[in-house]
């Protein structure tokens, strides 16, 4: 264990911590702005991974570059579930909220694995077998760098939505007071519909890019779920900003520890995190009260 | 009033007890074990989910608390009576760690924080392969050596009336009307000086025991454990589901829901193989969308309006 295995993990967990932090910052926008409790993050991320496969397999298209298209469906898919499921029982608890998306993510994943089968896929890209040396002892997998520069264009992409569009200012409104918004012309349901369309399709992306480095079957977004409400409470509830810093913790925190104690110790860490942080500090450790 | 439901009650829980008689078929004497199990598991998140209203997703600790804990304590020695007591006192133990944190808390946090703490569990089970076997898994020893279906079917009947009877015990009492008036209103509750915490915290304790001690009669038939079965989150969605779905916050909702759901799935399980969660995801779906208050809540609120058209009274509460 020398120094330089810990500095190749540490650059793991950033660049995996970076696709993490799209999950986040969609779920960011989901849960931290507009309050909807969405248990079906992960489902709707899997769902990105399959469509991005699907392209893949049937028109050839890279998911590198595939991954607008996907995300402009599971857009329509999750605006259409918001309208169509969500809004049906605004004004009811989260208790309800919960259930209803538990069913939501539960009814994705086994109809995937009706219709697709219960297998592990994986695609076959030239640009795996790329490496980048930096110096003698830190080496960098291709994908994972184009992967990288995606995610922080997409998330660089919802921060200027949130903080300077219109519609941006409009959820933030509804998160301040979500009372007053509608008075203030707001059409509340439009703007919870796109964004709740907007955090699903940017979890999609991150399901794209993570396609060609992980492996595919229905249950691969269950973690992300948990995983996705993890950065959300430790950034602080409204902050997309501290949701994609947390992605970036919670992937070298699992990188470091799958080096030092193994790999099946990660998911178990985070949760540890989780419930520390929900009892000690509920505010979230980057605990800003703004995006 | 109340003659008649403890008459109603103890002849359900004879007709029960003499099923074994008319059914001699194991398979069929499984399935029934299984509705009466998950009747009783649901019965115990109802007190939790239904009467406090607090939505626990991580059920599974509690039944993974039991079968783990008679599995291990027995392979420690202990005799059977023993590791029964020891394996309640360790789902208690667990309620107050997961309640002390949590129950602090409002919104959605409780039921993230029960999930965090039984996947914490179900890793802990996984990956200390010593002490629990891990993914191999860990022999459970058998506590009937004879008329083996028939015995854990009485079991389970047992169970589940015994919880029935606790669920109905709570309910009349000032405890559980406390429970009521923390899930309707929280600050109304505090500020009439009940203490939201502890009592969530007690409620969540009854609730802790029945699930152990139904995670241990369900390792002992199968004889064998692993983590994916008796810790995962699958177990804990099914548990909510049966209660939600029957009706949460009544006496009958869950051993309804049970009935439903797990012959449901068990025709599900023929029909789709692996992918029979499918039908627990529509099921929820559509329970919240059109039947909140699950099947009991809505035959109820049913009968209600006939009543009330007919000019008599309301039959139920």
């Given at each position: 264990m020398d120094l330089f295995a810990a500095l190749q993990a540490v650059v793991n967990g950033i660049l995996t911590g970076a696709l993490y932090a799209l999950v986040g910052m969609g779920m960011a926008l989901i849960f931290g702005v507009m309050?909807?409790?969405?248990?079906?993050?992960?489902?709707?991320?899997?769902?990105?991974?399959?469509?991005?496969?699907?392209?893949?397999?049937?028109?050839?298209?890279?998911?590198?570059?595939?991954?607008?298209?996907?995300?402009?469906g599971m857009f329509v898919l999750g605006y259409s579930c918001y309208q169509g499921l969500l809004r049906p029982i605004h004004g009811r608890s989260d208790f309800m909220q919960i259930l209803l998306t538990l069913g939501i993510g539960l009814a994705l994943t086994d109809g995937v694995q009706l219709v697709f089968g219960a297998d592990y896929h994986q695609i076959n890209l030239p640009l795996l077998e790329k490496n980048l040396h930096f110096g003698s002892h830190i080496t960098v997998n291709a994908p994972w760098l184009v992967s990288f520069a995606i995610a922080l264009a997409a998330g660089g992409g919802l921060y200027f939505f949130v903080m300077h569009t219109m519609m941006g200012r409009a959820a933030r409104a509804i998160a301040q007071n979500r009372n007053?918004?509608?008075?203030?012309?707001?059409?509340?349901?439009?703007?919870?519909?796109?964004?709740?369309?907007?955090?699903?399709?940017?979890?999609?992306?991150?399901?794209?890019?993570?396609?060609?480095?992980?492996?595919?079957?229905?249950?691969?977004?269950?973690?992300?779920?948990?995983?996705?409400?993890?950065?959300?409470?430790?950034?602080?509830?409204?902050?997309?900003?501290?949701?994609?810093?947390?992605g970036l913790v919670l992937g070298v925190v699992e990188s470091l520890t799958s080096l030092y104690w193994g790999n099946e110790w990660a998911l178990a860490l985070d949760f540890v995190l989780f419930l520390l942080v929900l009892s000690?500090?509920?505010?979230?450790?980057?605990?800003?009260?703004?995006? | 009033m109340k003659r008649a439901h403890l008459l109603l009650g103890a002849a359900a829980l004879?007709?029960?007890?003499?099923?074994?008689?008319?059914?001699q078929s194991d398979y069929i004497l499984q399935v029934l074990f299984r509705i009466y199990l998950f009747a009783a598991l649901g019965l115990a998140w109802n007190l939790v989910g239904g009467y406090a209203g607090q939505l626990s997703l991580g059920h599974a600790a509690y039944f993974g608390a039991g079968a783990y804990g008679l599995a291990l304590f027995t392979r420690a020695g202990l005799p059977v009576w023993l590791a029964l007591v020891l394996l309640i006192a360790v789902a208690l133990l667990f309620a107050l760690l997961i309640g002390g944190v949590s129950f602090r808390l409002r919104g959605p946090y409780f039921a993230l924080a029960t999930i965090a703490f039984a996947e914490v569990l179900h890793a802990a089970a996984k990956n200390l392969p010593r002490v629990t076997g891990g993914d191999v898994g860990v022999p459970v020893p058998a506590l009937f050596a004879s008329h083996v279906h028939r015995s854990f079917y009485f079991c389970a009947v047992l169970l589940t009336a015994a919880a029935a009877w606790a669920t109905v015990a709570i309910s009349r009492s000032r405890f559980g009307y406390q429970l009521m008036a923390i899930r309707e209103d929280q600050d109304t509750a505090?500020?009439?000086?009940?203490?939201?915490?502890?009592?969530?915290?007690?409620a969540l304790l009854v609730s802790s025991v029945f699930t152990a001690l139904g995670g241990a009669l369900y390792a002992s038939l199968f004889l064998f454990i692993v983590p994916d079965q008796v810790l995962s989150i699958d177990l804990s969605n099914e548990i909510a589901i049966v209660a939600m779905l029957g009706g949460a916050g009544t006496v009958l909702g869950p051993l309804v829901g049970s009935a439903v759901l797990e012959t449901a799935a068990e025709l599900f399980k023929?029909?789709?193989?692996?992918?029979?969660?499918?039908?627990?995801?529509?099921?929820?779906?559509?329970?919240?969308?059109?039947?909140?208050?699950?099947?009991?809540?809505?035959?109820?609120?049913?009968?209600?309006?006939?009543?009330?058209?007919?000019?008599?009274?309301?039959?139920?509460?």
């Open positions: 309050r909807i409790v969405n248990f079906a993050h992960g489902a709707f991320m899997m769902l990105g991974m399959y469509a991005a496969y699907e392209l893949f397999l049937h028109a050839g298209v890279n998911p590198y570059y595939g991954f607008p298209l996907v995300g402009l007053a918004a509608p008075l203030m012309g707001i059409h509340l349901h439009r703007v919870q519909a796109f964004c709740f369309g907007l955090g699903v399709a940017v979890a999609a992306v991150a399901g794209s890019l993570l396609l060609p480095v992980f492996y595919l079957y229905p249950g691969v977004g269950d973690q992300f779920t948990l995983k996705a409400f993890v950065m959300v409470v430790l950034g602080g509830m409204e902050s997309i900003v501290g949701a994609a810093l947390a000690l500090r509920p505010g979230g450790i980057f605990g800003s009260q703004r995006a | 004879v007709v029960s007890l003499l099923v074994p008689l008319v059914v505090l500020s009439v000086g009940i203490h939201a915490a502890r009592t969530k915290l007690n023929n029909e789709f193989q692996e992918a029979h969660l499918l039908i627990y995801g529509i099921l929820l779906v559509v329970v919240v969308l059109f039947l909140p208050e699950g099947i009991v809540g809505g035959a109820a609120a049913l009968l209600r309006r006939r009543g009330a058209k007919g000019g008599w009274r309301a039959a139920s509460e």
